[in-house]
């Protein structure tokens, strides 16, 4: 793993964003798996620069999301579509119709969750895949757990992730309980990953992370097996690695 420790959120975001641009520059027609979630906040912003300014052009890219909660359509405003959107794609020059997010509206969310997974592979699979990580080491919404799955499917959300996602609604309450994911295998078979975290809240995952033990009590470690990963942590993300 090639790991990079800037000084704080901002200059992560845009190192964040210099990675994607280089792999969409090398390669125009790049299949991009994105996130949702305050960490990518910051560097969709700075890709909407580049793209204003002309350092990168999103005309022929594809992109993919990494999660939906179920039960919200893409135009509540919690959901990832809704984000995804307004944080990045509403922004930018890329083509409407070539971005997927898993549908939350799904009657059988494992069935769309395999032909979400079979359209990524016809697609040619992801190019760079882009990952925050959760406080409990979660990977999109792949939560600790004595087993994890391989293919994108329907997921209950764990006390900790509902809890701190809640800051996004009007209480616990109203967070959705289950969420279509992306499984470990198919973010695996991504070409390259690229994590981001920042704050003091993120620095115990980071510490499994670069453990050299491998857990599904901690997903994130999984990544250990890949090998084109680039990490890009603030310092208070780093300030527990040695
Ligand atoms: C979002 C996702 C989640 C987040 C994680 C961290 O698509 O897959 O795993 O990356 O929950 O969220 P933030 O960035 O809000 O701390």
Do not use: W
Request: charged share 25%.
């Amino acid at each position: 793993m090639r790991l990079i420790v800037v000084k704080d959120y901002d200059e992560m975001s845009k190192a964040a964003a210099k990675e994607m641009a280089a792999v969409v520059n090398s390669n125009p027609k790049a299949i991009l798996g994105l996130a949702t979630g305050g960490t990518p906040e910051g560097m969709y912003k700075e890709l909407i620069r580049m793209n204003k300014a002309g350092e990168i052009d999103f005309k022929d890219v594809t992109s993919v999301n990494l999660d939906e909660y179920v039960g919200l359509g893409g135009d509540h405003p919690q959901s990832y579509r809704y984000f995804m959107n307004n944080h990045l794609l509403d922004h930018i020059n890329i083509d409407k119709s070539r971005t997927f997010v898993p549908n939350g509206l799904a009657e059988d969310v494992n069935e769309e969750g395999r032909k979400y997974d079979q359209m990524i592979d016809d697609l040619g699979g992801i190019d760079m895949q882009l990952l925050g990580v959760g406080t409990n080491g979660h990977i999109a919404f792949n939560e600790p757990d004595g087993e994890l799955v391989a293919g994108t499917h329907l997921t209950g959300l764990t006390k900790s992730t509902i809890e701190s996602n809640s800051r996004y609604f009007d209480s616990e309450d109203d967070v959705p309980k289950t969420a279509v994911t992306m499984g470990l295998g198919q973010i695996m078979k991504s070409k390259k990953i690229l994590l981001i975290a920042s704050g003091e809240n993120k620095a115990e995952a980071m510490k499994e992370l670069f453990s050299g033990k491998i857990s599904t009590s901690c997903p994130v470690t999984m990544l250990q097996m890949h090998k084109d990963v680039t990490v890009i942590l603030d310092e208070a993300a780093a300030s527990l690695l040695k």
